[in-house]
């Protein structure tokens, strides 16, 4: 089992930036990949970043590739998310998610790919 817990969101207006972390204890030491994902009330949960944790390769969806960045940092077991020149259609709850096993790359892309989910934590941007 793998426990997660998000924190770093909160309000920022258009053009600023925030910095989202997610801690993950349990069987971390088996961990493939970790993502984020983000959801708003009413649509599908959407996939926004993945890092495979052994060799750093990431994947963005095209709307925040350059404006966000996704790293790990292996002495926390944890994985953070930088997201800068934030627009407001980037207003969502923001979930944290892993898988333990092998997932190719398309499949990391979707909510199927990952088995364990933070409870998620809630970014606002202002026009």
Known sequence: QVQLAESGGGLVQAGGSLRLSCAA??????????????QVPGKER??????????????????VKVRFTISRDNAKNAVVLQMDNLKPEDTAV??????LQQRSSTWLRTTSGYDYWGRGTQVTVSS
Request: proline residues 0%.
């Open 46 to 63: 959407e996939f926004v970043a993945s890092i495979i944790w052994s060799d750093g390769y990431t994947y963005y969806v095209v709307s």
């Open 94 to 99: 923001y979930l944290c998610a892993a898988v």
């Open 25 to 38: 204890s349990g069987r971390t030491l088996s961990t493939y990949a970790m993502a984020w994902f983000r």
